[in-house]
Structure formats: structure tokens, C-alpha cells
């Protein structure tokens, strides 16, 4: 055969580097070659007429109609999907996952970078020979409120709920809207999410994670104001960078996955003491009540409650006579077990309970948008006493026995009497509108419980913390826990004449709050204040 | 006869049909442009073509000739848009079919054969029960029905299960045939019983059971052996085209309602026996719930959609490997992931026209049996394809049904063009004797719009409609 082989030639055209482009210009015609089709036979339909003849209407009937309605919903239904999948946040996940195509846009999404409020980088996103990958500079120090975005672990976090606008889903602006209609129309679709502004410091974030060091514990700093969540350092923590499957499996010591601020519940001790004074505040207690060396106790059968003081003069072989008759104030400052667990008593369980509600106990806060249940805030746990159990009840009011809080609740409950009483939902991302929690107490009471607060630091428990140039109000505790040495809790705010910052730290089988949760507190507020975060 | 009317000689045909010339031409030349598109996308993946590797779009062409040619030579007056549609539709599916690799193992002389002899059954159908022979058709009443309850009952017996439902020998499904033997036995039973069918109880809304019941224990019987074959689709198809037969054919739309609420009842109680269902409307209503088992298929079919995105990769570029049985229940995903979704929008716009055109013949002006068999016909492939592309797409739970003349499967293929060919002849409408005289005006319309249909005005009012249909048969 000496002629050219048509096959052979179409096979070097193939090959040649025009073949691309002359696909496209192929695909075209493709598509225009339909259309042409589609013109001439709905052309000739209509010049053509069946025989016998139809009426006018014949082929405009009602059935058609319907057909007609059923395949445009279907069409309607199927562009939901196909050019506006980028609004179904579990679409997009399960194709970034399992879809192998590697045309799939999914997978090129360069997924906005999380900020912190400085607008230093949390999370970004890099592609690399093709593929983009997640990338976290920070590792674990943020890695609870970012959370991750991983193939083949999903996502948690802020990575989570903000999902959609991470994926460039949720154009706000027109121009994100051309951006979205550009890439559908073009081939060379990257699409490039939107950024997310996390309320969080990095600078104060790593200084408390520093000041933590090795020990288990968390950190929140918040503003009372608004809720903007300033520092939530929970140590330890996961690497988002380094996720493998032996993080999920079963407990690990140590807890990396769990949240310590938000989800972790702990025995509040003496800070608990702050809600206590708060409800008697309200009741209108004035007086004295009798606190002796020998404790408190509702019946012969239980030991007695006593003070902190009996057991550090028991140890060093004195003798302590009690504190006698105290009030409210000089109780709080000295932090008296005995004077509450007496004062718990005598108001009841009932009062208990709605002290309890008030100040939004046994609930789920959202953090962020969405319903992820690893962001959700548990704001603690109360005990449900019998009527009976005047003793469980004298436990609680210490902030014993069956009674939990979680961290960051803590925080809201110190941000709240720095606020007038009022709490502010915490919140994490920017964008969020400031929401109120609840009014935890009168603005009079959440006064006169700042001035106590800081009797504390002044002349109470936090006296160790009071030489800095800084009016700080606060309260310490000292958690008995089951296993080892006591937690160790500090919260407070500052300034206390006009309070910016709220403050909870915990460290867990720290010893006492005033030696070790404290000075860590003070440190972050130092430093906070020093760094002007204002809103 | 309709050879002695002077406008009906080779030439005047010639020119009559040149719409469905114009547009088979078209639908060729479209046609092959896929197909260079295909092979060119082959051959980047390294595929040395051959001369064979030409043979689907050759026998194609040749097929679409000689449907062509032989109506123009037997002088068929019936309509041209439905063939041309046709045409496109299932060349449309030729290049998906080929796209999935159906013709490069073992290019036997089935596969490459089942368009081409799919054209022929429709041809063969059109001429050989034009001018108003289809009415024999009517007389075969239990014939149709003996038949299809024979087959569904074979297959139960000797069938053999996979993926849920029965399939014959070789994995055909037999039962496809029940799209076109259904409609026959609904429309011959319709035209003889209708006007008893339509006298309902004078008050209350109810139909007259003593002439309903035969009927319907005929098709309780189908739907129960249906059911226990479990093939959804086939009911849900079959069950609207009954109904739809039984209004158009009494004019009583409270059959309809009956009919719905039945069917509701019907389809609550079987999926509370079978668990398959439940499963299936589950994957449908939260796929994300087990995302890679029940909702693997149907998402990695809207991966490739949401890939495809407008334009599409091009034809041959997608990967729709990665969707399970793509060629057969997922056609169309991979129609929306190669050629995005113009493409979809392109063929559904084709199979509204098919529609629309086969709606029409089931208006007035023919005789009833032309009429309902035409809408049950219709509903057939209205209500199949429907299923087929809402599963593909989640708009409706997946039925496991196949898509007209696009789906790979040479059963559902056959049957779909056999039913055109029966349209096709019922379109030619009925014998042209009585018309004779008024045709020596045709001459006229020569130039102007199609003549074969033009003057149908002129014989409408000429022949009162019912006698379009004489007993002639």
C-alpha cells in the first residue's frame, strides 16, 4: 500500500502537541453538531404534522407538559450536584477521599488558610507534585480548636465546622461569586477557598502552652465583653500534621484527642465557691456564720468538712483554733469550706438546683457553626441530690463530690462577673456575631463579687500573685481528685476596676491553686495586657 | 395500494422524507465527530487502531441508509422526526457503549450487530404494520398476555439471581419484552372492554368490578410474580402504563386515583417485607450514612458528574471505571462526567422530542387501539427513562433500570426500537383509500411544508375521525 494509511495519520495526529487544543475545538463541534441536530428536528416537528392530524395543542399537551416539569426538576436536582456540589460540605469530603478521579476538582481545592487574629497562619494548604496537602505550622498548639482536615480521617475542628467557606462554598461577596462561575466555566478549575479568622492569639496561645510545659492542663483567656476566645491551650495535644490511626485507637495516655477545655469535666474545688457566693448574695445573706477547727459535717456517720488551714497546722504539728465567726467576704477571701458547705446547707437543694441552672450547668454550647459534637462546650455537671442528702449537698457547695466543670465554663462563669453578671457565649471564629449565654447574676451582685474577687488576690489565697503592677481579681482552688494530688485552678480577670480579660487555668494534680495555676495566670494577663488586646 | 397514488412513486417519496434525510445526515456527521473524539482519546492511552476499530460507525452509517432507503422505497408516509431522534438517541449510545470498552475485547458479531439489527426490527415493524396493519395486532389480545405472564414465570423458574434480581441464560433479561407485549395485551383488552370499563357506579366512585376483575387478576398475577423477582422498575413501568392505558381508554381519570393509592399501599407493604428496598431508599435519602458500601455507587456516580462539571472531560477522557456497572444503570453519569452537563441537557431535550412526538400519536384522530397502544407505548418510555436518570442523578431511589437505546443490554435495546417500529406504523395512520380523490391536490403543497403531512387537514375534514378506522380488518 503505498497510499497514506488514514489511520496511521490520525495516530500521528494524536501524538502531535496540537491534539489538545484540537480536542477542544472537536469537543465543540461535538457539541454544536448536537445542537444542530436538536435545531433541525425541532424544526421539521413543527412543519410536520402527524397524520391524521392533531388538534392545534397536539403536541403541546398536558402530559408533555408533565414529562416536561419531571425531567426539568430532575435536570434541576442534577445541577445541584454537578455544578453547585461545592455547597455540600459531605459531597465534597467523601470525593476528597474516595474519588479517584484525578481530574476531580475536589481534590485541587486549595482550601482557605485559618488566621489567627493577627492573621499569623494557622492551617494552609500546599500542593505538591499535584497533590494539595494540609499543612499546620504550629503542629499540636493549636490543634484542638483548628482541628484537621485529613482524606482518610475527616475533619474536626474549626477545619470542620467552617467546612463549606474553607472550600470557597459560601461566596458572600460578587466578585466570589464570579470566581465561582469562572471555574465552572473553565477547564483549568482550581478552586481556591476562603480564609477564616480564628479569634485566638498565637502569641499568648504559645506563651501558655510554654508556662504549662510538660504538665497535663488548659489555659482559656477570653474577653468578657464578647466572648472572643483569645488562648484555649490544652497540653497535651496531637500533631495534625503527623495523624495516624493509632491516635483513634481506644484511650492513649495522656488523652491528645480530648479537649480539655471544653469537653473535659473536672471537679471545680474552691472556684466553685464563686457560684456559691453569688446565689447567697442574692438571697441577701448578711451575718456571720460559726467556723470551727473541727469542720462541718450534716451526721455523725460522715466526716467532718474542714478547712484548709486545720490540715497544712495539722502537718506542721500546731494546733488552730478555726476561723470563728466570718462573713461572706473574709470567707471567700480565706476560702472557708466550712463556711459553705454550711451555707449550702442552709439554702437548700432546691435553690442549689436553680443556682445550678441559672448559671448554665448540664448544658451543650455550641463553639462553632454547625453541629459537630467534638466542638461543643459541656458546661458541667451537677448532682441530683435527695431530699435527704444534706451532706452530698454540703460536698457540692465546696465544689466536691459529684459536682463537674469543664474548664472553659469556668472561664464564662469569671467573664461574667467581670461583666455585669452577664456571659457571653465564647466564641472562636471572627466572623461570628457576640451572643449572650445568659445572665448569670444581678449586675449589683457581679459587682460586689469583683470586689471580693479581688480581696482574694489582695489579702485571700491569691496574695502570692499580687506583686505584679496588675489589679487581678480572681479565685484559686484546689480540687481534691480521686487519684493523686489535687487539681490545681486558678480563674480570674483583669484589670479589676474595668475588666478586659477573663482567665481559667487548670493543671491537673497540680497541687495548690495558689501556687501553681496562679502565677501562670498572671503571666498570660501580664502579657495580654502588655500586648493591648482590645477589641 | 397506496403504490397507485401518483405522489407516492420513488422520486415524490424521496422528497417527501428528505426532513428524516436531512436529519439522519446530521446525526451522523455529529455522531462521527464522537467518534474521532473517542478513538483519539484511545490512542493517547497508547490503543493501536485498526481498520475494525472503524466497523460500529460504518455499520452505523449503513444502518441509517438503509432505514432510510427502504421507506423511501416502500413508500412510507409515517412520521420522519421519530426515526431521526431515534437515530440520534441510540447513536448517542453506540459511542457510550464504545466509550466503555464494550467493542474492544471481543468485537463478535452480537455486539457490533445490535444497533444495526435494532434498526432493522424497527423498520421491519414500521413497514410491515403500516397503512393501519397494525390492528391484526389487536386480535393476538391473549397471545400478548399469555406470553408475558409465561415469560416473567419461566424466568422465576429457571432464572438464575445476581445483584438482586433474576436473569436468563447469558445474563439477558427476557423480561424486557413485557414493554412491548404489556402494552399490546392493555390496548387490544382496552378497545374491546373500554366502553364497559367505563360505566362506573352512577353515585359512588366506584369502577365496575364486574367487568374490571378479569383484568385485574390478570395484572395482580404479573405484579406478583414481578415482585417476587423483585424487579422494581419493571412494576413501576408496567403499573403506569396500565393505569394511563385504563384512563386514556375509558376516560375515567378516578382510575388514576385508584390506581395511585393501590400502588401506594403496594409499595409501603413491600418495603416492609423486603429489606433490599428499605436499603435502597436509605442509600437514597442519606448516602453519607455508609458512604463506601450503599452509597458508594451512586456517589462515585455524582463524583464523576460534579468532575465533568458544565463541559465535561471529553468524550473518552473521564474515568468511569470507578462507578460500579457503568455501561448498564449508570450510562448517564458517565454521559454527565464526559460531557458535563450541556451534555445531559442535550439528550434530554432528544428524548423530550421522542416524547413529545410519540404523545401525540397517542392523541385523537387514529382509531382507539393505535391510540392506547401509543400511550401505553409512551408511559413505557417516559416512566423507564425517568427511573434510569432520577436514580443516576438521586433525584428518586435507584430502580435498577436501564436507559432507552443508551443503556448497555441487547434485550432492553431490541425492545426499545421494536416499540418505535410499532409507533412508527401507528403514525402512518390509517389505510389512505377513503382519501383517494382529495389526494390530487398534493401536488401543490410541493415546495412548501412536507407533503405527506400537509394536507391532512384537507382529510381530516374530508373523513369524519372515527372512520379513519374502518373495519377493514
Known amino acids: 500500500m503505498t497510499a497514506i494509511d488514514p489511520l496511521h495519520l490520525f495516530g500521528s495526529l494524536v501524538g502531535s502537541a496540537a491534539w489538545p487544543a484540537l480536542r477542544l475545538v472537536l469537543h465543540l463541534a461535538f457539541f454544536i453538531a448536537a445542537c444542530v441536530v436538536l435545531w433541525r428536528a425541532w424544526a421539521w416537528l413543527r412543519l410536520t404534522e402527524l397524520r391524521p392530524a392533531v388538534g392545534a395543542d397536539g403536541w403541546l399537551s398536558w402530559p408533555l407538559l408533565v414529562l416536561t416539569a419531571a425531567f426539568l426538576a430532575v435536570l434541576g436536582y442534577q445541577a445541584s450536584w454537578q455544578l453547585t456540589g461545592l455547597f455540600r460540605p459531605q459531597f465534597v469530603a467523601f470525593m476528597q477521599s474516595h474519588d479517584r478521579r484525578e481530574f476531580n476538582p475536589a481534590h485541587r481545592i486549595l482550601r482557605g488558610r485559618i488566621l489567627d487574629r493577627h492573621g499569623r497562619i494557622l492551617a494552609q494548604s500546599r500542593e505538591l507534585e499535584g497533590r494539595v496537602w494540609r499543612v499546620y505550622p504550629f503542629g499540636p498548639a493549636f490543634a484542638h480548636t483548628v482541628g484537621y482536615s485529613d482524606p482518610r480521617f475527616g475533619a474536626i475542628g474549626a477545619e470542620a465546622a467552617a467546612n463549606a467557606q474553607l472550600n470557597g462554598a459560601t461566596p458572600q461577596t460578587l466578585a466570589s461569586w464570579g470566581e465561582l462561575g469562572r471555574q465552572l466555566l473553565t477547564k483549568t478549575k482550581q478552586p481556591r477557598g476562603q480564609d477564616l479568622t480564628l479569634t485566638l492569639d498565637s502569641e499568648l496561645q504559645l506563651l501558655a502552652l510554654q508556662r504549662l510545659g510538660e504538665r497535663l492542663g488548659t489555659v482559656v483567656l477570653l474577653r468578657p465583653k464578647d466572648g472572643a476566645v483569645l488562648v484555649l491551650a490544652n497540653s497535651p495535644a496531637f500533631d495534625p500534621n503527623r495523624l495516624g490511626p493509632e491516635l483513634f485507637r481506644g484511650p492513649s495516655p495522656g488523652t491528645p484527642l480530648l479537649n480539655r477545655a471544653t469537653q473535659g469535666l473536672y471537679p471545680p474545688g474552691s472556684v466553685f465557691k464563686v457560684v456559691m457566693a453569688a446565689q447567697a448574695i442574692e438571697a441577701g445573706f448578711s451575718g456571720t456564720l460559726n467556723c470551727p477547727a473541727e469542720g462541718f459535717t450534716t451526721s455523725r456517720r460522715y466526716p467532718p468538712i474542714r478547712d484548709h488551714d486545720y490540715y497544712s497546722a495539722q502537718k506542721a504539728g500546731r494546733a488552730w483554733s478555726g476561723f470563728g465567726n466570718l462573713d461572706l467576704t473574709t470567707a471567700f477571701a480565706e476560702s472557708s469550706n466550712v463556711f459553705f458547705a454550711q451555707l449550702g446547707v442552709r439554702y437548700g437543694r432546691d435553690a442549689f438546683a436553680r443556682t445550678g441552672e441559672r448559671f448554665a450547668f448540664d448544658r451543650q454550647v455550641r463553639l462553632y457553626p454547625g453541629t459537630d459534637r467534638y466542638g461543643n462546650l459541656s458546661t458541667g455537671r451537677l448532682p441530683r441530690l435527695a431530699p435527704t442528702d444534706l451532706y452530698g449537698l454540703a460536698q457540692a457547695s465546696i465544689g466536691q463530690g459529684r459536682v463537674l466543670a469543664s474548664p472553659m465554663h469556668l472561664a464564662t462563669i469569671a467573664a461574667a462577673v467581670a461583666n455585669g453578671g452577664l456571659a457571653m457565649r465564647p466564641r472562636l471564629l471572627v466572623q461570628e456575631p457576640a451572643a449572650s449565654l445568659g445572665q448569670y447574676m444581678t449586675v449589683q451582685t457581679a459587682a460586689r463579687l469583683a470586689g471580693m474577687m479581688r480581696k482574694v488576690v489582695t489579702q485571700g489565697t491569691g496574695r502570692g500573685i499580687n506583686d505584679a503592677g496588675l489589679a487581678i481579681a480572681g479565685k484559686t482552688g484546689t480540687a481534691e481528685s480521686l487519684r493523686g494530688a489535687p487539681h490545681s485552678w486558678f480563674i480570674g480577670f483583669a484589670p479589676a476596676g474595668d475588666p478586659m480579660l477573663a482567665v481559667v487555668v487548670l493543671v491537673e494534680h497540680g497541687g495548690f491553686g495558689s501556687s501553681v495555676a496562679a502565677p501562670i495566670a498572671r503571666d498570660l494577663l501580664v502579657k495580654a495586657l502588655e500586648l493591648r488586646v482590645g477589641p | 395500494m397506496s403504490a397507485a397514488c401518483a405522489d407516492t412513486g420513488f422520486a415524490a417519496t ?11 445526515l446530521a446525526c451522523l456527521g455529529c455522531m462521527a465527530l464522537g467518534f474521532v473524539l473517542i478513538l483519539g482519546a484511545e490512542v493517547t492511552q497508547g490503543r493501536q487502531l485498526g481498520a475494525l476499530d472503524l466497523l460500529p460507525l460504518a455499520l452505523y452509517g449503513l444502518a441509517l441508509a438503509g432505514v432510510h432507503l427502504l421507506l423511501v422505497v416502500a413508500g412510507f408516509r409515517g412520521d420522519q422526526v421519530l426515526t431521526a431522534t431515534v437515530a440520534f438517541l441510540s447513536g448517542f449510545g453506540l459511542l457510550a457503549q464504545y466509550r466503555m470498552g464494550d467493542f474492544h475485547n471481543d468485537p463478535g458479531a452480537l455486539t457490533l450487530g445490535l444497533v444495526p439489527a435494532g434498526f432493522f426490527v424497527m423498520t421491519a415493524c414500521a413497514l410491515a404494520f403500516a397503512d393501519g396493519r397494525y390492528r391484526v395486532l389487536a386480535r393476538g389480545l391473549w397471545f400478548w398476555a399469555g406470553l408475558s405472564l409465561v415469560l416473567v414465570a419461566a424466568l422465576l423458574v429457571t432464572g438464575q439471581r445476581f445483584r438482586g434480581a433474576v436473569y436468563a441464560l447469558g445474563f439477558t433479561t427476557p423480561t424486557e419484552v413485557l414493554k412491548v407485549t404489556i402494552p399490546l395485551a392493555l390496548a387490544a383488552y382496552l378497545e374491546r372492554q373500554g366502553p364497559a370499563l367505563a360505566r362506573w357506579h352512577p353515585r359512588l366512585p366506584l369502577p365496575p368490578w364486574r367487568a374490571l376483575w378479569l383484568l385485574l387478576t390478570l395484572f395482580a398475577v404479573l405484579i406478583g410474580l414481578l415482585a417476587l423477582q423483585r424487579d422494581l422498575g419493571m412494576m413501576l413501568i408496567l403499573g403506569l402504563a396500565f393505569l394511563v392505558v385504563l384512563v386514556s381508554g375509558t376516560g375515567r381519570s378516578g382510575y388514576l386515583v385508584w390506581g395511585l393509592l393501590a400502588g401506594t399501599g403496594l409499595g409501603a407493604l413491600m418495603l416492609t417485607f423486603f429489606e433490599h428496598g428499605q436499603r435502597r431508599i436509605e442509600a437514597w435519602l442519606d448516602p453519607f450514612q455508609d458512604p463506601t458500601d450503599e452509597g458508594w455507587q451512586i456517589l462515585q456516580g455524582l463524583s464523576g458528574m460534579y468532575a465533568g462539571g458544565l463541559w465535561g472531560e471529553g468524550f473518552g477522557i473521564g474515568s468511569p471505571e470507578y462507578t460500579p456497572i457503568a455501561a448498564a444503570d449508570f450510562i448517564y453519569s458517565v454521559i454527565g462526567e464526559e460531557l458535563g452537563f450541556l451534555g445531559c441537557v442535550v439528550l434530554v431535550l432528544f428524548f423530550l422530542i421522542l416524547l413529545s412526538r410519540e404523545i401525540a400519536l397517542a392523541g385523537p384522530g387514529r382509531c382507539a387501539f393505535g391510540r392506547l397502544l401509543a400511550a401505553g407505548l409512551t408511559t413505557v418510555l417516559a416512566v423507564q427513562t425517568l427511573l434510569n436518570i432520577g436514580g443516576a442523578t438521586k433525584s428518586i431511589p435507584l430502580t ?43 401536488g401543490r403543497a410541493v415546495g412548501g411544508p412536507p407533503a405527506d403531512l400537509k394536507p391532512r387537514k384537507v382529510r381530516g375534514k374530508a373523513v369524519p375521525r372515527e372512520a379513519a378506522a374502518p373495519s377493514e380488518a
Not at chain 2, 424521496?14 to 439522519?24: T, Y
Not at chain 2, 436507559?403 to 418505535?420: D, E, R, W
Open chain 2, 400 to 442: 435498577g433500570t436501564t436507559l432507552p437505546f443508551i443503556s448497555h443490554g441487547g434485550a432492553s435495546l431490541l425492545t426499545a426500537f421494536a416499540a418505535v417500529g410499532l409507533l412508527l406504523a401507528i403514525s402512518d395512520g390509517a389505510p389512505a383509500r377513503p382519501a383517494k380523490p382529495s389526494r390530487a391536490t398534493r
Open chain 2, 14 to 24: 424521496w422528497f417527501r422524507r428528505r426532513a428524516e434525510r436531512e436529519l439522519l
